[in-house]
């Protein structure tokens, strides 16, 4: 098949009507993972159980989860000129995601993550970087009317941090929401390497771990405060693992809500999968009140101005937050329970009937 090529006189679509709920900007990969009883030491053998391939990347497997809850979505990244690239798109294509946004490496092979899992679903990942990672601020400037058609850009877990400061300065111009997971990998760079990113977002979304990196402390408390006090976030999802997560704006913070229990087969494209569901939870809310009134004295404020709009409204409403720990939590829950990191996901009216049944309960 042919992978579409970036286009860069596609026409500006108006704020008030984005074509596309979200853009993910980021990796897609192919993973390998191999099933073990446990992971080897130094010059250690194990038996693997079995292996399989999936597909996978942070940002991918973000698109994924929330196209297939129902939001319009598009992905933008490199992937290599060879049979995993092309199955890479065709996975998008067939499950309704905008392609336009990706880019064939002539040079590169698509990327690869070859993944262990233990019996606990607990895992070490090894990734060969490929296209994905050679993505560059030239490739997102070519682009920069595919992203002004979105309500959100998201960015996730590239190693580099120049495409997603373009994207973030595109974001700003053109007034897009802009959300991101960094990752551990980006987090490492820690706030001197990360701030001019991290400094314009609306959303982010980190583990508990990645948000101590990015602002250089092991107190939790001490980094939420500095993650509103030296940026515009307006909202803030810490993950804890199998403790749950907490949601936090300006004005509240709900503490750690738990998980929905269930059998964990394989952690990996967990976070992909609260972020998705945090997401379409957000995305939807935000629709509902801009039809409902909220836009009302906008004038021409930008898509991301009555976003702080919204916010405002809605970051003291701890029901509001609470939803957005559980559609984050139930989502995750669904993706763990089987192998790969777009496994499982679910759409929109399983997640709000698996809900009902347990937040009824």
Known sequence: MTILSPIADLQLMSHDEPKLDVICIGSANMDTIARVDRFPAVDDQVAVQRLSRTFGGS???????????GLTTGFMGRVGA????????????????DTTGIIKDLKLPSGQVFIAVGPK???????????????DASDIIKMESFLARAMVIHLASLKIVAPFDEAAKIARKSGNILSS????????????GMNQLVSRLDILVCSRHELCSIFESANVK???????DRTSIKLLAVTHGSRGCNIVTRDLSL??????????VDTTGAGDAFTAGLLYFVVQNFKEWRQQGGMIGSGK????????????????????????A??????????IQVEGGQGNLPSKDTLASYLKEHLDH
């Open 59 to 69: 940002a991918a497997n973000t698109a994924v989860g929330c196209s297939k809850l």
């Open 82 to 97: 060879d049979t995993t690239g092309e199955a890479l798109v065709e996975n998008f294509m067939a499950i309704g995601i």
């Open 121 to 135: 679903g607990e895992k070490k990942m090894y990734a060969y970087p490929g296209a994905p990672q050679a993505l």
């Open 181 to 192: 997971n960094p990752g551990s990998l980006l987090a490492s760079f820690g706030w001197d």
């Open 222 to 228: 001490s980094c939420i405060k500095q993650c509103f």
């Open 255 to 264: 503490g750690i809500i738990p998980p929905f229990p269930v059998k964990v």
């Open 301 to 324: 404020k930008s898509i991301r101005e009555r976003f702080g709009d919204f916010m405002a409204e809605k970051g003291s409403d701890r029901q509001f937050l609470l939803s957005c």
């Open 326 to 335: 559980h559609h984050g939590n139930a989502t995750a829950s669904f993706k």
